[in-house]
């Protein structure tokens, strides 16, 4: 399973910037207590709900982004709005540096020596010198 940090990921949890989990979980609380009828008092309210539904179950996602790069987190920096997280590559020194948004970081809970894995989709990548 491969957690995303974008504002606008559709994993589960989040839908759009402002969006907070507990609005997703409240529309799934709903239908799942539709659908359990007259069980619905044994049925607890909020995230506790996934866990007592077997039957929903989370697949692993698949990306069209090509360039994938495992390894583990090295340093994560939080600033006020950004952090700068490295990613030292598995097999060598080579390390990714990534600049995203501090609420994205923290909601992954990322920490150095975490494994994780870099998604490089871009057109181009311009590096100038003078």
Same mark, same amino acid.
């Given at each position: 399973? @491969?957690?995303?940090?974008?504002?606008?990921r559709?994993?589960?949890?989040r839908?759009?910037? =402002?969006?907070e989990?507990?609005?997703l979980f409240?529309?799934?609380?709903?239908? $799942?207590?539709r659908?359990?009828?007259?069980r619905?008092h044994?049925l607890a309210r909020?995230?506790?709900?996934? $866990? =007592? *539904?077997?039957? @929903?179950? %989370?697949?692993?996602? %698949? *990306?069209?982004?090509?360039?994938?790069l495992k390894?583990t987190? $090295?340093?994560?920096?939080?600033?006020?709005?950004?952090?700068? !997280? =490295?990613?030292? *590559?598995?097999?060598?020194?080579? !390390? @990714?540096?990534?600049?995203?948004?501090?609420d994205? $970081?923290?909601?992954l809970? *990322?920490?150095?020596?975490?494994?994780?894995?870099?998604?490089?989709?871009?057109?181009?990548?311009? @590096?100038? !010198?003078?």
């Amino acid at each position: 399973m @491969i957690t995303t940090g974008g504002a606008n990921r559709r994993n589960g949890t989040r839908f759009g910037p =402002k969006w907070e989990p507990q609005r997703l979980f409240a529309d799934f609380d709903r239908s $799942a207590r539709r659908w359990a009828g007259k069980r619905q008092h044994q049925l607890a309210r909020g995230p506790m709900l996934v $866990a =007592k *539904l077997p039957v @929903i179950r %989370r697949t692993a996602m %698949r *990306l069209s982004t090509r360039n994938q790069l495992k390894g583990t987190i $090295a340093e994560v920096a939080l600033g006020n709005v950004m952090a700068i !997280v =490295k990613v030292r *590559l598995d097999g060598g020194d080579q !390390v @990714i540096t990534s600049s995203i948004t501090k609420d994205a $970081a923290q909601e992954l809970g *990322l920490k150095a020596g975490q494994p994780a894995t870099v998604f490089i989709k871009s057109t181009e990548v311009t @590096i100038g !010198v003078d």
